[in-house]
């Protein structure tokens, strides 16, 4: 099936950026998603790509992708305090479903 | 946006007892539904795909005797945890797709506690 990694963790300033990286095995994957967890809560869509796109931008979200290297990820512009959670970067995988990697946790520093 | 309500968020059940979640689509309808859990500080692993009308497909390695599936309805697919033990105390996440499997809603989660 589809394995999706991701560093495990990353610590930054705030007023930072933060940017998380992911990889990915599957080159037929359609759209890639990054989603957002805070503790004890669901998941949060935050933006997803489609696979014929580079780059996508939302506000402070930056996605680039490189579809070649099957490299993912996500760039925070001016990381709050607020954005401090687990970030799940994630692929469809047969089935439809959605694989996940391990995800990474975001602490934000005063 | 598509919701997907999903009940309780959080549960304490005894050792042997069954707890079942229930995840509802509120304005959209859910032909599918993937049953994943989540352990502590890790990812989330999918369990099962429910489809309206037919019978759960499980990943291996999660036993369907024990994580009862049912998807009766286009709106409402619930998982029971069949005699419980501590072991099987997780974070329950549902999510169901849009029609064309690129958007994908998911509950607010369920934590359970097996004691």
């Known amino acids: 099936g589809e394995d999706v990694e991701q560093s495990l963790f990353l610590s930054v300033r705030e007023g930072d950026s933060s940017v998380i990286n992911c990889t990915y095995t599957?080159?037929?994957?359609?759209?890639l998603y990054w989603y957002k967890q805070e503790p004890g809560a669901g998941l949060q869509l935050l933006t997803y790509?489609?696979?014929?796109?580079d780059m996508k931008q939302d506000q402070r979200l930056t996605v680039l992708l490189n579809k070649k290297d099957k490299h993912l990820s996500l760039r925070i512009a001016d990381t709050q305090t607020g954005d401090s959670a687990i970030y799940f970067c994630a692929a469809p995988r047969t089935g439809y479903a959605l694989n996940f990697g391990k995800g990474t946790s975001l602490l934000v520093t005063p | 946006g598509a919701v997907v309500s999903q009940h309780p968020s959080w549960v304490i059940c005894k050792s042997g007892t069954s707890v079942k979640i229930e995840c509802r689509s509120l304005d959209f309808q859910a032909t599918t539904m993937f049953w994943y859990r989540q352990f502590p500080k890790q990812s989330l692993m999918l369990m099962a795909t429910s489809n309206e009308g037919s019978k759960a497909t499980y990943e291996q390695g999660v036993e369907k005797d024990k994580f009862l599936i049912n998807h009766a309805s286009l709106t409402l697919s619930t998982l029971t945890v069949t005699s419980a033990h501590p072991e099987d105390s997780s974070f329950y996440i549902c999510?169901?797709?849009?029609?064309?499997?690129?958007?994908?809603?998911f509950g607010s989660g369920t934590r359970l506690t097996v004691v």
């Open positions: 790509i489609f696979s014929n796109m």
């Open positions: 999510s169901a797709p849009d029609r064309d499997f690129i958007g994908y809603t």
């Open positions: 599957d080159s037929s994957s359609t759209y």
